[in-house]
């Protein structure tokens, strides 16, 4: 039945807390699906513990490892390489281990680019303007794909903007950041916005600052994906946006993980999406 009936693989992802995490979901799915003879298990890691539970990890001949909440930018001090991806977000989401080494990586990027070509097959980057609100990590992630693709515009809107201030002395002075109380800053020129703050996520305020004057038939991306129809989503679609969540993201980003790990191409499938989908709605 298994490829490779003997050796057995592990795999997992890190947190903490850790219950919430969709990753085991998505692994699973295509370590079954490609046949692959792996466990893929949550680990709770609380923050004290990380460098010494890495330590094992590795020691435990690990195939790969996710990072989520709180340990994405300190992991970074306990690995011996760092990709360019997680050098530009200052955070990683997935780890290798290669040649006794520990390698993080962040393919948020991928999975952004990913989820927004599937969505909007069309999406001309030299002709969009967008608006990203939030400068977190994943703001990083989503504003370094629209520069890298020659964005027409970007601007950057956050409540703290010393930190959007910073991602444009980072990434491209091309970068132009706005102020919290300056919202909604001319929306009628804007043709996509992406949602990259917490507002909506499943316990957590709601994004409730209205988008009256954006374009209609512009696009809304939201990086939340719990709830699946997020308020950032309703408050576009009022505006007749066109409105997509971070489910497609997250399978993205889990994706190249995956493929890196086990040197197999998985497949993104709406079996796989349902089964997300139904994870959340119950
Ligand atoms: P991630 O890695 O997912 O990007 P993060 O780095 O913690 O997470 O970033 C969270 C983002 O949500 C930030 O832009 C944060 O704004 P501040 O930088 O001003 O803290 C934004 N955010 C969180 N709660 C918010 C709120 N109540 N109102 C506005 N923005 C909020």
Request: hydrophobic share 40%; glycine share 6%.
């Amino acid at each position: 039945m298994y490829k490779d009936k003997l050796e057995l693989k592990i795999a997992g992802v890190i947190g903490d807390p850790i219950n919430h995490t969709r990753s085991p979901l998505i692994h699973q799915y295509w370590i079954n699906k490609n046949q692959i003879n792996c466990f893929y298990i949550p680990i709770r890691v609380r923050s004290f513990e990380l460098e010494k539970k890495l330590f094992y990890i590795k020691e435990l001949n690990f195939s790969g490892l996710n990072v989520t909440i709180p340990h994405k930018e300190n992991i970074l001090n306990f690995v011996d390489e760092i990709k360019d991806s997680a050098k530009v977000i200052g955070a990683a989401n997935t780890i290798y281990f290669k040649n006794g080494k520990i390698i993080a990586d962040n393919t948020d990027t991928y999975g952004f680019y990913q989820s927004l070509i599937k969505n909007f097959p069309n999406y001309n980057f030299k002709k969009e303007k967008v608006l990203v609100i939030g400068a977190g990590g994943a703001s990083r992630a989503v504003t370094s794909v629209f520069l890298k693709q020659n964005i027409q515009e970007i601007r950057i809107i956050n409540r703290n903007i010393d930190k959007a201030m910073k991602i444009k002395n980072d990434l491209s002075s091309k970068i132009k950041i706005y102020n919290w109380s300056e919202f909604p800053i001319s929306l009628n020129e804007i043709t996509t916005i992406v949602n990259t703050t917490s507002l909506g996520n499943l316990g957590s305020e709601h994004f409730n600052l209205s988008l009256k004057g954006v374009k209609k038939g512009g696009i809304a991306i939201d990086l939340i994906y719990n709830p699946l129809k997020t308020s950032f989503m309703k408050q576009a679609e009022k505006e007749n946006m066109r409105a997509i969540n971070g489910l497609d993201m997250l399978i993205y980003q889990a994706k190249s993980g995956f493929q890196n790990w086990f040197k197999n191409k998985p497949t993104y499938t709406n079996e796989l999406r349902k089964i997300i989908e139904d994870s959340i709605k119950s």
